[in-house]
């Protein structure tokens, strides 16, 4: 297969494999997003704009479709602290909010105007919310920001630009948030995990590693990662057909997955979520269906 990574797992094991292609209730097609609630239920948007919601092993619950696709479909989903789901509609330059049972809060609504202007967007890519209730969105682009909202969706400030330079961006596909609401960027395109303090007027860099490469420790297309609130960050590779386990200093403790079609294998895998018991679900995203693991 084109861009596979021939390094063997170091480490991990698969618990779960579940899911196949299609469009019809509980089938997938290139899943994108995943988000998981205190209840371990599973959310997950694929490329037919439905977000659909299922049981920690795969059964599923219930799903609803986002209020337009025609100019592309969403590929971010994040929870507020109040258990609110957080969609990145990418392609409509906004975020929308949705209770657990799908109803849409239409006066939630961060965005929905295309541009560079403060609350302007470019391709939405995830929305996080921090303890004070102000909310993070990553963009793409021409742009390649972070902005900061309050928890009315007031404009803040915003940081990054499109740029390799430190602090600068290209296509931060996700965010986390730490428990001292640090704010976590995948830095995709360019390889690499950077870390801001924006808990004042301004953001600040705080950390940031990862290199280019297919190497234990590089990266590749890092699309999402997740925070275990102890000590360990998980990467989802894109372009390398796996998961890394690290320090939150950046050092490798480990991967999971190589580039292939049967169980055990990856192909171009755009995100990842930690549940309660520690296992981590992967969308495996151009073999429609989801693989749980431990590593």
Known sequence: MPGCVEAEASSGQLELLWGEAGETPGKLKKPRAIAIDAQDQLYIVDMTGRVQVFSRDGEYLRGW????VYNGKSSGLSFDREGVLMVADTHYFRVLFYTPQGELLEDRTIGGVAGH???????????????RGDYYVAEYGEYDRVQK?????????QWGGHGVELGQLVRPQNLAIAADDLIWAADAC???IQVFDARGDEARLTAHWGEAGAE??????????????????????FGNHRVQKFTLQGESLGA???GGR???ELYQPWALALDSQGAIH??????????????
Do not use: K, M
């Open 190 to 192: 360019n390889h690499r």
């Open 216 to 237: 234990i420790g590089q990266l590749r297309y890092p699309y999402d990662l997740a925070l275990d609130g102890q000590g360990h960050v998980y990467v989802c590779e």
């Open 117 to 131: 202007g403060p609350g302007e967007f470019g391709f939405v890519t995830d929305c996080v919310q921090d303890s």
């Open 149 to 157: 909202f309050t928890g009315q969706g007031e404009f803040l400030f």
């Open 262 to 264: 049967r169980p055990g």
């Open 256 to 258: 999971w997955g190589v």
């Open 282 to 295: 992967i969308l495996d995203s151009y073999n429609h269906r989801v693989q749980r693991i431990r590593l």
């Open 65 to 68: 479709r986002t209020p337009e």
